[in-house]
Structure formats: C-alpha cells, structure tokens
Nanobody, 116 residues
Framework: QVQLVESGGGLVQPGGSLKLSCEVY????????MAWYRQAPGKERGMVAT???????EYADTLKGRFAIYRHNLENTFYLQMTDLLPEGKAVYSC??????????WGQGNQVTISS
C-alpha cells in the first residue's frame, strides 16, 4: 500500500495563491484516483479536486477556475494549485489516492489559513 506525504500548507492573504504537494511513496502506477479534500472548522470534509488515471479532472463547483489538480508525467507527486483564495477556504487539506485493487490512502493533512 502506498503512503502519502503532503507539503505546502501555511498562511496566505486573501486573493493569494498556494500550491500543495502530495508525494506518493510506493508503487504509484496502480493509482486510479488522486484527490484533494478539505475540512473547515465545524464542517464535514468535502472533495476539492479529483484527478483520474485517464487524466480527467473534477472540481467542487465553487472552486472551478481557481483551483487546479495536476501531476507531471511519471512523477510520484501530484499537486493542488490554489489561486484567488478566499477566507472561507481556511481548512485542513488532505490528499487521497485509490489504487486499482481498491486500497485507499490519506495524507497527514495540512492547515491552510487565509487571513490578512
């Protein structure tokens, strides 16, 4: 089973940008789904962005056009580029992967705070 290590969280001003990284340790060739989720204080965790093995992407409706999930070819890392961040985007962001045989793995979670 793969393990995930996240990096890139922190404090950013409203309207700013931030990039999160999720490094996959193990055999990343069996991944069928890579995704980012977030959980704001007092709220349930929700899907932010998904990247499928066929390169299709899905985004939460309110984040389309501002967030982008991607992975460079043959890299064991995928990313979430966030732009025009809003204060309500403050949350713990976690990466997630699913393998072909159904196994799932989560990253450790990274705090993102949007504040002036």
């Amino acid at each position: 089973q793969v393990q995930l290590v996240e990096s890139g969280g922190g404090l950013v001003q409203p309207g700013g940008s931030l990039k999160l990284s999720c490094e996959v340790y193990g055999n990343s060739f069996r991944l069928v789904r890579m995704a980012w989720y977030r959980q704001a204080p007092g709220k349930e965790r929700g899907m932010v962005a998904t990247l499928l093995s066929n390169t299709n992407t899905e985004y939460a409706d309110t984040l389309k056009g501002r967030f982008a999930i991607y992975r460079h070819n043959l890299e064991n890392t995928f990313y979430l580029q966030m732009t025009d961040l809003l204060p309500e985007g403050k949350a713990v962001y976690s990466c997630f992967v699913q393998e072909t045989k159904g196994d799932e793995a989560w990253g450790q979670g990274n705090q993102v705070t949007i504040s002036s």
